[in-house]
């Protein structure tokens, strides 16, 4: 009887094959996660540009506020002491009209 030896099997296309799986594995997960922090970014700043339009809103409407007749006399008279002139208080010269020449 003659025993014979298992003919040796080259496990190293196996070892490669592992490694080039490994290294995409790892390209997918760094990549996914790359995907992901980036949404995370875009998300916090698109809540940084709805705050800060929100911000632009009000101050518009503060704005608009601040420039009305009604409030900007309030102010006057509360603040600068102001009050409104009586009629007749202030006279205009006439416009000059078409026939008089001007000097």
Known sequence: MSTRLPARIDV??????IAVAAAL????????TRVA??????????ATLARAR????????AIGQARSPAEITKRAQSKLHLVPLE?????????????????
């Open 12 to 17: 190293r296309p196996f070892l490669v094959a």
């Open 25 to 32: 594995a790892f390209f997918y997960l760094s990549q996914s």
């Open 37 to 46: 922090a980036t949404g995370y970014e875009i998300d916090s700043l698109e």
């Open 54 to 61: 929100a911000d632009q809103q009000q101050l518009i409407w």
């Open 87 to 103: 009629e007749g208080a202030v006279t205009f010269a006439p416009a000059p009209s078409a026939s008089q020449p001007a000097d």
